[in-house]
Structures are given as C-alpha cells and as structure tokens.
C-alpha cells in the first residue's frame, strides 16, 4: 500500500524551513526519500533502516518514528536548489528481505523562492 | 566513475506492438530494478534483478519481462502494449547483497520516455 505524503505542496521563501511527512499503514523495514527536480531522474537523499541505522548525505536530516510508521524529512535554511518533487518510499518489515517492492509515495513538491 | 545510462530516450509506439528498453549500471552495481512513472506519480516497482535473476516483482502483468546480463546491464520488455502503458520507465541500479533488497542507495538513470499511440 503506498505510502501517504504530507503536505502536498509547500511554497518557502530561501532560508526558510520545511518538514515533510510520510506515513505507512504497514510495519516498515525501511524509508527512503529521494528528490527529482522536472524532467531530471530521481536522486538519493537517505534511507532509515529499523533499529536507527540511516545512511545519507550529511546536510539532509531525517527521522523515523518505527511504532507510528512515519518518517519525517527536515529541511533547514532552504536554498533554491532545494526546490523539486520528494519521494519517500517505504520497505515493509514482513517483505521477508526479497525485493517486494519499494512503495513510493505521490510525493512532496517543494518550490523555494529568492 | 560511469553514472546509469538509459536507452532510448524517448519512443513512440502504437497499440500492441513490443518495445525494449535498455540500462547500463553504474560501475560495480550488481542489482537493476525498474519503475514505471506516470505523470505527476511516484515511481512503481516494476520488478528487480539481483546478480541475474528476478529477485522480485510488483504488481504489473506479465506481459513486462526483464532481463539482466553478466555484466549487469539489463533490458525490460514490453509486449501487447496499451495506452495506459505511456510512462517514464526508470532505473535504478545499486549494491545489493543476498539479504534485504532495499538496504543502499539506489542510482537512477535519466529513464525512457514512451509514448503509446
């Protein structure tokens, strides 16, 4: 079942913060946020693992809440570049390790004005 | 360090014919997986492979077969296509082991425009 991302759409001014929200009905293994900017492919952000693992790029922070089966992604003192479509996608904890599949969301669009 | 490479670009196909579509993996990447993404969509899983084998599958017919060579690269076909096949089709290539599919970052590559007449 896809996930569901909250807000829809957000309009920052440069410097200003965003969170955006994913939320499962599904125990989950994993989350993943990915951006894609227009007519670009999608681009790694980080992935949060159950037990607190993450791996990602140091400047992105994220959270997830295992019991809730929510993720949050944080975006602190926005630049322009931030601007584009995020994805989260969830692994679901009793996909028993195979590749049932990576459920993406219908994502978050981020528009950073100057 | 080569990036994933997708061919072709853009495609235009009419009702019930085959198209194939091709990925390079980034150097070193062992699994491919496939999305298709309509417009204004998230990315669906179509299917992955790990080490040349499908290593799992989403929720699309079987007319969409996948393939994966020695070296990694790897094709998705599509036979008896229909309208509501017009998609982006992504890749994504990563470093899987045999445990957990979905543990490292995956590389997508720029994908295949099809347009389905």
């Known amino acids: 079942q896809q996930p569901v991302q909250s807000p829809q759409a957000v309009i920052l001014r440069e410097g200003e913060d965003a969170v955006i929200n994913c939320s499962s009905s599904k125990a989950l293994y994993s989350v993943h946020w990915y951006r894609q900017k227009h007519g670009e492919a999608p681009v790694f952000l980080m992935i949060?693992?159950?037990?607190?693992e993450q791996k990602g790029h140091d400047k992105i922070s994220a959270s997830f809440n295992e019991k809730k089966q929510q993720s949050s992604l944080y975006l602190t003192a926005s630049q322009l570049s931030y601007s584009g479509t995020y994805f989260c996608?969830?692994?679901?904890?009793?996909?028993?390790?195979?590749?049932?599949?990576?459920?993406f969301g219908k994502g978050t669009h981020l528009i950073i004005q100057p | 360090e080569t990036g994933v490479t997708q061919s072709p670009t853009h495609l235009i196909k009419t009702r019930g014919q085959q198209v194939t579509l091709r990925c390079s993996s980034q150097s070193g990447h062992n699994t491919v997986s496939w999305y298709q993404q309509a417009l204004g969509q998230g990315p669906q899983f179509i299917f992955q492979?790990?080490?040349?084998?499908?290593?799992g599958r989403g929720n699309f017919p079987p007319r969409f077969s996948g393939l994966q060579f020695p070296n990694y690269s790897s094709e998705l076909n599509v036979n008896a296509l229909e309208l509501d096949d017009s998609a982006l089709y992504l890749c994504?290539?990563?470093?899987?082991?045999?445990?957990?599919?979905?543990?490292?970052?995956?590389?997508f590559g720029p994908g295949t425009r099809l347009t389905v007449l």
């Open positions: 994504a290539s990563s470093l899987g082991t045999s445990g957990r599919a979905w543990d490292n970052e995956q590389f």
């Open positions: 949060l693992l159950k037990g607190g």
């Open positions: 996608g969830t692994d679901t904890l009793y996909s028993g390790g195979g590749a049932d599949g990576l459920t």
């Open positions: 492979y790990y080490r040349e084998e499908e290593n």
